[in-house]
């Protein structure tokens, strides 16, 4: 498996708490994406990141922030969590833009009450 | 953007028989599809991928054929054995989006002993 890690790994939370997830990579790659995956969805885009500092949106933006100070993190904000938003999240990381292969992260499990 | 569809949700083999999932997409400019194989509880990992330049490519007891003209691609599996048991998920680049990834929802595929 490609350098990248996930935190928290599974995490339990109140609705309307803010909640940041965390990716970190130990491959220098330049890009970075945040996805969710629900039953009968695959994986959605959320918001990913071409650089440091630079950032653009995905399929499903709305209620999530996101932020890349240094090329190994890229930080996942919720910023009040909804039920909506029960999910497992995967970070994926590849050296070029899209059309180049993409190696996801473990995976985190979140749950809103 | 693009819409990519996967059929079937659900495949049951018997070992050693052929397995193929087929993924549609509507951007004609998608010049990428990679496919994935995500166990239980795991990752998804890259498992074979095709550029838009190529109409056929091997691995072992993998395939992937693509045909442009009518905008759809498939994954072959030959001589299947249960550790093919995972959920497969296709993707298609999406020229409108800056060239990220769309995924169709996934084939739970089984392959009995």
């Known amino acids: 498996d490609a350098g990248i890690t996930q935190s928290p790994r599974h995490k339990v939370t109140e609705t309307g708490t803010p909640v940041t997830l965390r990716c970190h990579q130990t491959e220098n790659h330049r890009y970075m994406y945040w996805y969710r995956q629900d039953p009968g969805h695959g994986l959605r885009l959320i918001h990913y990141s071409y650089g440091v500092k630079d950032t653009d949106k995905g399929e499903v933006s709305d209620g999530y922030s996101v932020s890349r100070s240094k090329t190994e993190d890229f930080l996942l904000t919720l910023e009040s969590a909804t039920s909506s938003q029960t999910s497992v999240y995967f970070c994926?990381?590849?050296?070029?833009?899209?059309?180049?292969?993409?190696?996801f992260g473990p995976g985190t499990r979140l749950t809103v009450t | 953007g693009e819409n990519v569809e996967q059929h079937p949700s659900t495949l049951s083999v018997q070992e050693g028989d052929s397995a193929v999932i087929k993924c549609t997409y509507s951007d004609s400019a998608s010049n990428y599809f990679p496919w994935y194989k995500q166990e239980l509880g795991k990752r998804p990992q890259l498992i074979i991928d095709i550029r838009s330049n190529v109409g056929e490519k091997k691995d072992q007891r993998i395939a992937v054929t693509l045909n442009k003209t009518a905008k759809h691609f498939s994954l072959h599996i030959t001589e299947t054995q249960p550790e093919d048991s995972a959920v497969y998920f296709c993707?298609?680049?999406?020229?409108?989006?800056?060239?990220?990834?769309?995924f169709g929802g996934g084939t739970r595929l089984m392959v009995k002993p």
């Open positions: 994926a990381i590849s050296a070029t833009g899209g059309s180049y292969e993409q190696y």
């Open positions: 993707a298609a680049t999406d020229n409108n989006a800056g060239n990220m990834l769309t």
